[in-house]
């Protein structure tokens, strides 16, 4: 059974727009939120979003920033003096392209939007093998934060969170898009570049990784791969 309207939040990352693909055949009607935080690539990533959310039609569309986080710092993606995590895919220290407690804001934006909008569930593309370095991106944080809608609410309130590729690798990320058409040539993942995708940061890594995986082309520019 479809359900009636969900939010989608869309960073403009292939692990986004492959949720958003998976949301549009959930759901009757999509709504889109993009939260930018002063990261570097903020017009690339915004310029992805509505990309994506144009090929999808959808209609709804939230653009907010908490540029906040920027000044409160502590991360590669906000502060230029602090340089962004070479993508060591063995490590299991936290990059410094961790930025504290984002997804905690972002879900926060994304619950009050739900609940005006009568939306009852949320999309985030959050990966599980990201965890050992993101915190916010293990499933018992989802879990908790579940508990916090529920409780923060209103009584006739349902809105559920929905990680539908928390489990899945990179690669078989990667193959979902590929079996939902989700638009990938429209992502942008680097954390350093808005041109060229840098092919060396964490996330260009984890990227590129999952193309070779599958022997996919990966779709967008590389200065390295």
């Not at 009607?29 to 935080?37: D, M, N």
């Not at 002063?38 to 959310?53: M, P, S, V, W, Y």
């Not at 908790?144 to 990680?163: K, L, S, V, Y």
């Amino acid at each position: 059974m479809l359900g009636k309207a969900a939010i989608v939040l869309v960073s403009g990352g292939m692990d986004s727009c492959v949720t958003a693909a998976i949301a549009a055949r959930e759901n009757v009607e999509s709504a889109f939120l993009h939260v930018s935080y002063g990261q570097r690539t903020e017009a690339r990533e915004k310029l992805a979003f509505n990309d994506i959310a144009d090929h999808y039609g959808v209609a709804k569309r939230l653009d907010v920033s908490i540029e906040y986080l920027a000044k409160i710092g502590g991360s590669s993606l906000t502060d230029m003096r602090i340089d962004v995590s070479e993508g060591d895919l063995g490590s299991k220290e936290v990059p410094t392209s961790y930025v504290p407690f984002r997804n905690a804001n972002m879900l926060a934006i994304a619950t009050s939007w739900a609940e005006v909008l009568g939306a009852n569930a949320i999309y985030i593309g959050a990966v599980a093998e990201d965890s050992s370095g993101y915190p916010d991106c293990r499933p018992e944080f989802y879990e908790a934060f579940q508990n916090t809608i529920n409780t923060g609410t209103r009584p006739d309130t349902h809105i559920e969170i929905r990680t539908p590729i928390i489990h899945l690798s990179k690669a078989e990320i990667v193959k979902k898009g590929i079996e939902l058409n989700a638009p990938l040539h429209l992502t942008w993942s680097c954390y350093r570049s808005e041109d060229l995708a840098c092919g060396t940061c964490d996330s260009c890594a984890l990227r590129l990784r999952g193309f070779a995986q599958t022997g996919i082309n990966d779709p967008i520019p590389y200065l390295a791969s």
